[in-house]
């Protein structure tokens, strides 16, 4: 059985760190498109139109204004977090659609248009909050297009109403892009965390996959050898009364057949341990997930390179310990080359009542690692336990 190729776990961290970013990308355009509509309606308002004469023009435009960014980046969160979900935990109706930074954007943005002395800039704005809110598939972009006709007919009123209406083209074209070009951030946006999603499924179904292949290979080994041994010793208790050389000689072959077991138990044992240290953190990190903890994994692109048949079991048991004696809500794995040492380093917060880092399991860690010349220090605070273990890159004595 040969190690699994350490390539596809190198560029799972690359996708998710690629999926991250990502996602960071297209939420911060949309805030600066946002921004950027409502400095272009700025300079028609507060300029054009004189409104930094008056007081109350100035401070309300530029209030509203920012009140519409902030429930913006706070819906945007919302919408991410919310993407993780599954159908049946997704928030209700009432909590989507009346909750404080939904209402709170409805009315600043209301307020922008009155302000503005624009119904197109504030039908704009209400469109762009009511599109961060989680709609049934479907429904956002038809609510889109019908809301594009709407501030069409808007623009084409306005303009019929105010002297010089072509000056006032760009500021028109932010409003009118404003709602669509949300609208596909988001879409854009739904398929990167799709992605995602995709991602971490795969790595949840490359570790069971694993898991099933060493069972099967162990019960192929366990039950050949298992037969084996109960043929020898139903020949051996059969030819016991008369031949007992013959008897004795099978009850050898018995015993060795049980040698053969273990040494082949032990082989496909160090096989699995010599799988590769990224795909370790990767299983730690998704076994954690499971448990409903918030993980964040730091691991180094050479990863691959680091003495797994050291660091591997330490993974393990540092999960294990945040697993049962943990009882926390966030965890965090990282592994990273310091000089001519590798460094790995497991944190998480302590729930109350935790006994993590009290038992035997340390102390193994400690010992296991100090024989090759490395060392494991701990470090406990009132919300945070933080285990760093170091050890000689060529696993070896330093």
């Avoid at 950027?36 to 004469?53: M, N």
């Avoid at 009346?98 to 800039?121: H, I, N, T």
């Avoid at 972009?141 to 006709?149: Q, T």
């Avoid at 366990?222 to 059969?238: N, P, S």
Wanted: charged share 20%; glycine share 12%.
């Amino acid at each position: 059985m040969t190690s699994p190729d350490p390539t596809p776990t190198r560029t799972a961290v690359s996708l998710a760190r690629g999926v991250t970013a990502t996602g960071w990308y297209i939420a911060s355009s949309m805030v600066f498109f946002l921004i950027g509509a409502l400095l272009v309606w700025g300079v028609i308002v507060l300029v054009a139109r004189g409104g930094w004469r008056d007081p109350v023009t100035l401070v309300g435009f530029l209030g509203l204004s920012t009140v519409v960014v902030v429930t913006m980046i706070v819906l945007l969160a919302r919408y991410r977090r919310d993407g993780d979900l599954d159908d049946t935990d997704r928030p209700s109706g009432g909590r989507r659609f009346l909750s404080l930074p939904v209402v709170a954007g409805v009315l600043a943005s209301v307020g922008v248009g009155l302000v503005s002395a624009s119904a197109l800039l504030g039908a704009a704005l209400v469109g762009t909050v009511l599109c961060l809110v989680r709609w049934a598939p479907g429904i956002r972009w038809r609510g889109v297009v019908l809301l594009e006709v709407a501030l069409a007919v808007l623009w084409v009123v306005e303009l019929s109403r105010a002297s010089g209406g072509s000056d006032a083209f760009l500021p028109a074209f932010f409003a009118l892009s404003l709602p669509a070009m949300q609208a596909l951030s988001l879409w854009s946006w739904d398929v990167v965390l799709e992605l995602d999603r995709a991602r971490r499924t795969e790595a949840r179904l490359a570790a069971v996959q694993e898991r099933l292949r060493l069972a099967g290979e162990l019960h192929d080994l366990q039950g050949h050898h298992l037969q084996v041994i109960a043929l020898q010793l139903e020949l051996a208790e059969r030819m016991i009364g008369r031949d007992p050389d013959a008897a004795a000689h099978r009850i050898a072959l018995a015993r060795a057949s049980v040698d053969e077991a273990r040494e082949g138990t032990r082989s496909l044992a160090g096989r699995f341990r010599g799988v590769p240290l990224p795909d370790e953190l990767a299983n730690a990190a998704d076994l954690l997930r499971a448990a409903g903890l918030e993980v964040t994994l730091d691991v180094a692109a050479d990863a691959a390179s680091a003495p797994a048949d050291l660091l591997g079991p330490v993974v393990r048991e540092c999960t294990t310990n945040v697993l049962k004696h943990g009882g926390g809500r966030w965890a965090r794995l990282g592994l990273e080359r310091a000089g001519q040492y590798w460094r790995l380093t497991a944190a998480n917060d302590p729930g109350p009542g935790s006994t993590i880092g009290a038992g035997a399991g340390l102390e193994g860690i400690a010992h296991r690692v100090g024989v090759v010349g490395g060392d494991a220090v701990t470090r406990r605070e009132d919300d945070r336990f933080e285990l760093i273990v170091t050890v000689p890159a060529d696993g070896g004595p330093a």
